[in-house]
């Protein structure tokens, strides 16, 4: 049974680029939230850094040492950063309406669509820079309105820890027993 690459490669991403960072990010403002923001930011560096490392994973491409570290500084820092920012604007910045976390996320949804796309040179059709607009405007919004559930908040977050590490572990066993049966076959 073979698994093409690029299933992988989107098993790796969604797992370790998407579904780790926003549980540590929800974590991260439910640390600050009971006052232990230098806890969630640790949070926040751990999940950066294995997105970083996640992102440098493609085994359809030959290795090259310099494209590897750049990638993953690359990433990891946007990642950090994003994230970052986003738990001090909702925790420092008291309520100031709907409208103006709207219009924050919608600016922070298409600097990150810039930054994946143009940056990390991530290829994402230009169509998806208004999707990525309104889901920045949605999620800041959706944020707010879970901060104050905090234990619902917690919940989300588990599940998407564990979607996470399933889909990480689960494309690395397929990329082991991939391995394996090419090296019992060959």
């Known amino acids: 049974m073979e698994i093409s690459p690029e299933t992988i490669n989107s098993l790796l ?5 998407y579904a ?14 009971r006052g232990r923001l230098p806890e969630g930011m640790t949070e ?11 992102a ?5 491409q ?51 669509w810039l930054g994946w796309t143009q940056v990390l040179q991530n290829e994402w059709p230009v169509w998806t820079a208004p999707l990525a607009v309104i889901a920045g405007a949605a999620a800041f919004i959706l944020l707010r309105f879970s901060l104050r559930q905090l234990m619902r908040l917690m919940k989300i ?4 820890i564990i979607a ?4 990480v572990i689960g494309a690395g066993g397929i990329l082991a027993f991939q391995w394996l049966t ?5």
């Open 164 to 167: 996470g590490v399933v889909l």
């Open 44 to 54: 926040i560096a751990a999940a950066s850094v294995f997105a970083g490392v996640v």
């Open 62 to 112: 030959p290795f090259d040492l310099r494209q590897t570290v750049l990638e993953l500084l690359g990433n990891t820092v946007f990642v950090a950063g994003l994230l970052s920012f986003i738990v001090v604007y909702l925790l420092r910045m008291t309520f100031r309406g709907l409208w103006f976390d709207g219009f924050i996320g919608a600016i922070l949804g298409i600097v990150a």
């Open 20 to 33: 780790l960072p926003i549980a540590a990010l929800l974590r991260a403002l439910y640390a600050g939230m």
């Open 56 to 60: 440098t994973v493609d085994p359809s």
């Open 182 to 186: 090419s090296q019992l076959a060959g």
């Open 157 to 160: 977050a588990t599940y998407f």
């Open 13 to 17: 991403d969604l797992g370790g680029q």
